[in-house]
């Protein structure tokens, strides 16, 4: 489908050419090109539609190539540009980042075909924006190339606009059209930081000028062509409006439910009776003396991630405490295991009026600090009405969480809007924060790269390796369903090939582990199940591990980890734990949630990707057979890691700042 798109999509602008009057500017634009080629060739995005065609035009007297993506939704895109001859190298991406994961690949490709006297054609501004802003990797291309930038417009008179980022731009039939070549502009080989910036916005002033140029030639409306300028950051909180006002209003009802609420959860083992009070704002701690630091994380992962700030935050501040919170049992019997001295863990508090201004009266943080995407309306703007600085630490967003905040808008912006800093995972999360009214936002990385691995409970782990002894063994970590029908037939596979081959699955919700067994043994595996207190025996095909808080002592027991949630478009889970325990991993295609940490894997070929039973079988026969496979993947993994780390010392350093100095701190008030 995407290939007949794209031959389509050829034959039409192939139409508007044949079918409008043409100019070109300059006239002899054909022999200006040729004495500067190879170079690169560069366009605004959501005005590139008919650029195919200057290829024609030009006669094709020099090679023209572009990278496009890799995914099949780019399909399309490739089959159009080799249609006009223009050869399609496959890469990251369809822009040169030059921080962005995956921008090394793209620069090093360019660099490739400029070299061997392409001509490489590129847009300048990068999805999903700033619209008409240049990025750096246009002018990094060109420093290292030697070769120079051209800008380039082309216009029609009649066009549709669609309302995207940059206002794509479908050019119509019998219009009168125009080509428009800029200057070229030759950056320096010895450019620094500052010098490149120079020469990124003269890019954005060629390109404003040639497509100006254009539009003007054709008598086009640029207007309509030209992306509406973001916003004015915004220097204080926003206006809480109505729409929070009515959460807040409604939260109120609450208090009404709440106890019957958290008696259901009570009897499914999701809240401890004893420390109940806690939900409704009242301690179970005394609070200790002096300055004290509050971060709120949601669950198991965020706190492992979160663990190794507070260590190094109360290890540069003596006189300072801090206050965890949680929303889920496994997370506080972690927090009971690993919490350091001067580090008190509480539950959090349901986020209603009443209940969240009793948990502050009572606390009287000096600084809060959010963690990744736990956003609770109540608290964010009663610790903003105190005047207590405000930190979202390790924020990530998905694509689906930014649509419904975004279409949330009357929520969105006076909540973000109030966190005096922002640190997010990478640059896409950090663009997306801004959209939705973060202030002071900055990409930093992503602390659960320098996290520790999970825990191993070596009692357990002996009892399990002597169950398993001399049995390979493959963890199949948070699975969702029907993952696991899929690994079931990979095992049958290994199995035939491999005897005593043995599966544990750990599925991502407990819950679900007498259904999976139940399934499998309609299957004829034989399947032991963790949640009855069974162990695996010699003839255990397929152990469930139904259980909380056990990864770390699973990725301890094998070499080899599926992690879940990735065969199916969950967006999958986090491989870092298992990396941490020298697992090597394998994945399923869908692994969004992840980007930058799988990108970076697959990169330096530290994980292997699969689609099926058939291909999880062979990775995982040839991990457990081939000599060279588990140190290759070792090694890819640790050095896609080094790449993203650092995380961890630029936040402490970002925290201490919001913290009041020993001499001056005090009880927020």
Same mark, same amino acid.
């Given at each position: 489908?995407?290939?007949?798109?794209?031959?389509?999509?050829?034959?039409?602008?192939?139409?508007?050419?044949? =079918?409008?009057?043409? @100019?070109?500017?300059? +006239?002899?634009?054909? *022999? $200006?090109?040729?004495?500067?080629?190879?170079?690169? &060739? #560069?366009?605004?995005?959501?005005?590139?539609?008919?650029?195919?065609?200057?290829?024609?035009?030009?006669?094709?007297?020099?090679?023209?190539?572009?990278?496009?993506?890799?995914?099949?939704?780019?399909?399309?895109?490739?089959?159009?540009?080799?249609?006009?001859?223009?050869?399609?190298?496959?890469?990251?991406?369809?822009?040169?980042?030059?921080?962005?994961?995956?921008?090394?690949?793209?620069?090093?490709?360019?660099?490739?075909?400029?070299?061997?006297?392409? =001509?490489?054609?590129? @847009?300048?501004?990068? +999805?999903?924006?700033? *619209? $008409?802003?240049?990025?750096?990797?246009?002018?990094? &291309? #060109?420093?290292?190339?030697?070769?120079?930038?051209?800008?380039?417009?082309?216009?029609?008179?009649?066009?549709?606009?669609?309302?995207?980022?940059?206002?794509?731009?479908?050019?119509?039939?019998?219009?009168?059209?125009?080509?428009?070549?800029?200057?070229?502009?030759?950056?320096?080989?010895?450019?620094?930081?500052?010098?490149?910036?120079?020469?990124?916005?003269?890019?954005?002033?060629?390109?404003?000028?040639?497509?100006?140029?254009?539009?003007?030639?054709?008598?086009?409306?640029?207007?309509?062509?030209? +992306?509406?300028?973001?916003?004015?950051?915004?220097?204080?909180?926003?206006?809480?409006?109505?729409?929070?006002?009515?959460?807040?209003?409604?939260?109120?009802?609450?208090?009404?439910?709440?106890?019957?609420?958290?008696?259901?959860?009570?009897?499914?083992?999701?809240?401890?009776?004893?420390?109940?009070?806690?939900?409704?704002?009242?301690?179970?701690?005394?609070?200790?003396?002096?300055?004290?630091?509050?971060?709120?994380?949601?669950?198991?992962?965020?706190?492992?991630?979160?663990?190794?700030?507070?260590?190094?935050?109360?290890?540069?501040?003596?006189?300072?405490?801090?206050?965890?919170?949680?929303?889920?049992?496994?997370?506080?019997?972690?927090?009971?295991?690993?919490?350091?001295?001067?580090?008190?863990?509480?539950?959090?508090?349901?986020?209603?009026?009443?209940?969240?201004?009793?948990?502050?009266?009572?606390?009287?943080?000096?600084?809060?600090?959010?963690?990744?995407?736990?956003?609770?309306?109540?608290?964010?703007?009663?610790?903003?009405?105190?005047?207590?600085?405000?930190?979202?630490?390790?924020?990530?967003?998905?694509?689906?969480?930014?649509?419904?905040?975004?279409?949330?808008?009357?929520?969105?912006?006076?909540?973000?809007?109030?966190?005096?800093?922002?640190?997010?995972?990478?640059?896409?999360?950090?663009?997306?924060?801004?959209?939705?009214?973060?202030?002071?936002?900055?990409?930093?990385?992503?602390?659960?790269?320098?996290?520790?691995?999970?825990?191993?409970?070596?009692?357990?782990?002996?009892?399990?390796?002597?169950?398993?002894?001399?049995?390979?063994?493959?963890?199949?970590?948070?699975?969702?369903?029907?993952?696991?029908?899929?690994?079931?037939?990979?095992?049958?596979?290994?199995?035939?090939?491999?005897?005593?081959?043995?599966?544990?699955?750990?599925?991502?919700?407990?819950?679900?582990?007498?259904?999976?067994?139940?399934?499998?043994?309609?299957?004829?595996?034989?399947?032991?199940?963790?949640?009855?207190?069974?162990?695996?025996?010699?003839?255990?095909?397929?152990?469930?591990?139904?259980?909380?808080?056990?990864?770390?002592?699973?990725?301890?027991?094998?070499?080899?980890?599926?992690?879940?949630?990735?065969?199916?478009?969950?967006?999958?889970?986090?491989?870092?734990?298992?990396?941490?325990?020298?697992?090597?991993?394998?994945?399923?295609?869908?692994?969004?949630?992840?980007?930058?940490?799988?990108?970076?894997?697959?990169?330096?070929?530290?994980?292997?990707?699969?689609?099926?039973?058939?291909?999880?079988?062979?990775?995982?026969?040839?991990?457990?057979?081939?000599?060279?496979?588990?140190?290759?993947?070792?090694?890819?993994?640790?050095?896609?890691?080094?790449?993203?780390?650092?995380?961890?010392?630029?936040?402490?350093?970002?925290?201490?700042?919001?913290?009041?100095?020993?001499?001056?701190?005090?009880?927020?008030?």
């Amino acid at each position: 489908m995407g290939r007949l798109a794209g031959r389509l999509g050829a034959r039409y602008t192939r139409f508007v050419l044949r =079918t409008s009057t043409v @100019t070109i500017e300059p +006239p002899d634009m054909v *022999a $200006r090109a040729n004495a500067v080629q190879p170079f690169i &060739l #560069a366009m605004w995005h959501g005005q590139f539609v008919l650029m195919p065609t200057l290829h024609e035009i030009n006669g094709k007297s020099y090679p023209v190539s572009a990278i496009a993506a890799k995914h099949r939704d780019a399909t399309a895109i490739r089959t159009l540009l080799r249609e006009f001859d223009i050869e399609v190298v496959q890469g990251a991406g369809a822009g040169v980042r030059k921080r962005d994961r995956g921008g090394s690949a793209a620069l090093r490709i360019a660099l490739r075909q400029l070299k061997a006297g392409s =001509t490489f054609s590129i @847009t300048a501004d990068i +999805p999903p924006g700033p *619209a $008409r802003k240049a990025g750096m990797g246009i002018v990094t &291309l #060109a420093k290292f190339s030697g070769r120079p930038i051209v800008p380039f417009a082309v216009a029609t008179s009649r066009f549709l606009v669609f309302p995207t980022w940059s206002r794509l731009t479908i050019n119509l039939p019998y219009s009168k059209l125009a080509y428009v070549m800029g200057e070229p502009i030759w950056v320096p080989a010895d450019a620094d930081e500052a010098t490149l910036d120079t020469y990124r916005r003269e890019v954005e002033a060629g390109l404003n000028d040639v497509t100006k140029r254009a539009y003007d030639i054709v008598g086009g409306s640029l207007a309509r062509v030209t +992306p509406p300028a973001p916003p004015e950051p915004l220097t204080g909180p926003a206006p809480e409006g109505l729409a929070l006002k009515a959460y807040s209003a409604g939260t109120r009802l609450l208090t009404l439910v709440a106890p019957a609420m958290l008696a259901v959860r009570g009897r499914q083992g999701k809240e401890e009776a004893e420390r109940r009070g806690e939900r409704y704002g009242k301690a179970s701690l005394p609070r200790p003396d002096g300055p004290l630091i509050w971060l709120h994380a949601a669950s198991v992962g965020e706190t492992n991630a979160v663990l190794p700030v507070i260590e190094h935050v109360l290890a540069k501040r003596p006189d300072l405490s801090v206050l965890l919170t949680t929303g889920t049992v496994t997370s506080a019997a972690m927090a009971r295991r690993r919490l350091p001295p001067r580090a008190l863990h509480q539950y959090i508090v349901l986020d209603a009026p009443d209940y969240v201004r009793a948990f502050l009266d009572y606390w009287q943080p000096n600084t809060a600090v959010f963690v990744e995407s736990e956003i609770w309306p109540n608290l964010v703007l009663e610790v903003s009405r105190r005047s207590i600085p405000l930190a979202l630490i390790n924020a990530r967003m998905s694509s689906r969480s930014a649509r419904r905040w975004a279409w949330l808008k009357g929520l969105s912006l006076p909540l973000f809007s109030r966190f005096d800093l922002v640190l997010t995972q990478n640059e896409p999360f950090a663009r997306t924060l801004s959209r939705l009214g973060a202030r002071n936002v900055r990409a930093i990385g992503n602390l659960k790269i320098d996290a520790p691995p999970p825990v191993v409970d070596a009692v357990e782990l002996d009892k399990l390796r002597q169950a398993l002894a001399g049995r390979s063994v493959l963890v199949a970590a948070s699975t969702h369903d029907p993952e696991e029908e899929t690994i079931a037939d990979a095992h049958r596979l290994i199995a035939s090939r491999l005897p005593g081959f043995c599966t544990i699955i750990a599925p991502r919700h407990p819950g679900r582990g007498k259904g999976i067994a139940e399934m499998l043994r309609a299957k004829g595996f034989t399947v032991a199940l963790r949640s009855a207190g069974e162990r695996p025996n010699e003839t255990t095909d397929i152990y469930i591990v139904d259980t909380i808080g056990e990864l770390g002592t699973l990725y301890a027991l094998t070499d080899v980890a599926f992690v879940g949630g990735s065969l199916i478009q969950h967006g999958g889970q986090n491989p870092i734990e298992a990396i941490g325990h020298g697992v090597a991993v394998l994945t399923g295609p869908h692994w969004t949630n992840f980007r930058d940490i799988y990108r970076a894997l697959l990169r330096h070929k530290g994980a292997r990707e699969v689609a099926n039973a058939g291909e999880l079988a062979t990775a995982i026969e040839e991990i457990l057979t081939r000599e060279d496979e588990l140190p290759r993947l070792r090694s890819g993994a640790k050095t896609a890691l080094a790449s993203l780390a650092g995380a961890l010392d630029g936040t402490v350093a970002a925290l201490l700042e919001l913290l009041p100095a020993p001499t001056q701190a005090r009880r927020a008030s």
